[in-house]
């Protein structure tokens, strides 16, 4: 009799999380394919795979097979899938794999049934998708099926999704295309505006990462940065300080506060006044910028923390899902009943 292995992926634009019951999170590797485009052999997958991004040779390409929070290319997707299962539950014929996959909350119907086809194909003998906030909030600790109202904004790689969830389920959310990936491209546009300087987006990132701020920092941060220079095509440094990375980060950062100051004019005010108390909460890659919660915290004049293991959080909560799968069919049925009275 083959054993039951249940897994929770987040599968993400920027990195695959995958969470195995009684294990936890087991991987944590790029969303990034490298393949022969002679051969369609895949080469390698992950970490491996996105040390090849803008370095490969004319036949070998190294691609990102979901793009905004949605699978971009199926057959790269589904490979991709079956590699981190592999990976992480050996092989499937051992085990029965039940599946939580996450998606974005403004996704189609068709681009649901694309994750979850997918998923099956990977191995997956039963798969169920979830909506990504409810499962950061899962995965953050809030209790979400209490009657008090929380906020959760899950800022990814490709989408930063909105969310206030009572009861179990989503009373109010939006989902935009402006997350990780576009700060990047936010600072390669910069660069190239105020520098002619043409980086690519690891070293985008990495600025990202080491000197990018949403909120004054009290010491300023200055990085030395390495591209082409657009006026004379050769290499060139210039230094970089961490009030042109603010600078440069402002319109994604704009456009992610408008999003959830207009969650909040829709949500009902009983569960506006518990946010108001209660504060918002701040998961996914997104949160780890620094000041990002002030930012948020001073814009929307209401308390912004961020969660413990903010990029963890999605994993954590579909693996914790998975173990009362039960509870919430049933509070989503309840909804359903609900409202049709």
Not at 297 to 315: F, H, L, N, W, Y
């Amino acid at each position: 009799m083959a054993l039951t292995s249940e897994v929770g992926i987040d599968l993400g634009t920027a990195n695959v999380l995958v969470y195995v019951k009684g294990k936890g999170v087991v991987l944590d590797e790029p969303s990034v394919v490298a393949l022969n485009r002679d051969t369609e052999e895949i080469l390698a997958v992950g970490a491996e795979a996105r040390q090849m991004l803008g370095r490969t040779p004319s036949n070998i390409v190294a691609v990102r097979p979901l793009k905004d929070g949605v699978i971009s290319d199926y057959d790269i997707t589904e490979r991709m899938l079956k590699y981190f299962i592999r990976k992480t539950c050996g092989s499937s014929k051992f085990f029965k794999l039940k599946i939580m996959v996450c998606v974005p909350s403004g996704v189609t119907e068709v681009e649901k049934r694309a994750v979850q086809e997918a998923a099956e194909e990977a191995g997956g003998k039963e798969v169920f998708l979830m909506e990504e906030p409810v499962a950061a909030a899962i995965g953050a600790g809030l209790d979400i099926y209490q009657p008090d109202g929380c906020m959760v904004i899950d800022i990814g790689g490709g989408t930063t999704d909105v969310a206030v969830i009572s009861l179990g389920g989503i009373v109010a959310s939006a989902s935009v295309k402006m997350a990780g990936d576009k700060f990047d491209d936010a600072i390669i546009r910069y660069m190239r505006k105020h520098h002619k300087l043409y980086i690519g987006e690891r070293t985008a990132e990495a600025m990202k990462i080491s000197i990018g701020t949403a909120y004054p920092r009290d010491e300023i941060l200055t990085q030395e940065c390495r591209g082409r220079d657009l006026v004379t095509g050769l290499p060139k440094s210039v230094e970089i300080t961490s009030v042109e990375m603010m600078e440069a980060l402002e319109d994604p950062l704009e456009v992610i506060c408008a999003t959830a100051h207009r969650v909040l004019e829709v949500t009902p005010p009983e569960l506006a006044a518990d946010i108001s108390c209660s504060g918002i909460v701040l998961t996914g890659g997104g949160a780890l910028l620094y000041g990002i919660d002030k930012r948020i915290s001073e814009q929307m004049g209401i308390p912004v923390r961020i969660a413990d293991q903010p990029k963890a959080c999605v994993a954590l909560g579909t693996g914790k899902a998975l173990l009362s799968l039960d509870k919430m069919q049933s509070s989503s049925q309840s909804r359903r009943k609900k409202a049709y009275v």
